[in-house]
């Protein structure tokens, strides 16, 4: 079995609102933190750093590792394990992408499936994200 490795900032605003990305992919839609797959050669922190440069072009700061995966992940699209790995960010510049107010509210005429939104931490619940990490670091937020 192959392994994927991701990577997920966890941008947390004053008002303990946290930042999350509505997908679109294959048909299916889900609700995620912000980042994704680490590429060849490429470290964790540059990978995390990447990928809010491509979907928020917006650059950010590691602040610390949150989360590593404990248990074993499935890939749901396909037939890898998933290491998923969190750090808390901060923005080291002003948010560059829309952000929505409604879930899965994609622009028309971009290619990208793909919108943000902030929501309020302590509202959130397992029920608002597809993956079972996601889910688990939710339940770890909440804890804090």
Known sequence: MDFSVRVYGLLVNERQEILISDE????????KFPGGGVEFGEGLLDALKREFVEECNTAVEVIHHFYTTEMFVKSSFDDK??????????????????????????????????????????????????????KHVLMLLKEQ
């Open 24 to 31: 679109m992919m294959d048909g299916l839609v889900y609700t």
């Open 81 to 134: 394990q998933i290491v998923s790995v969190y750090y808390l960010v901060r923005l080291l510049e002003e948010l560059r992408c829309a952000i929505k107010t409604k879930p899965f509210d994609f622009d028309p005429s971009l290619d990208s499936q793909q919108s943000f939104r902030w929501e309020m931490i302590s509202t959130l619940t397992l029920d608002d994200f597809a993956f079972p990490i996601d």
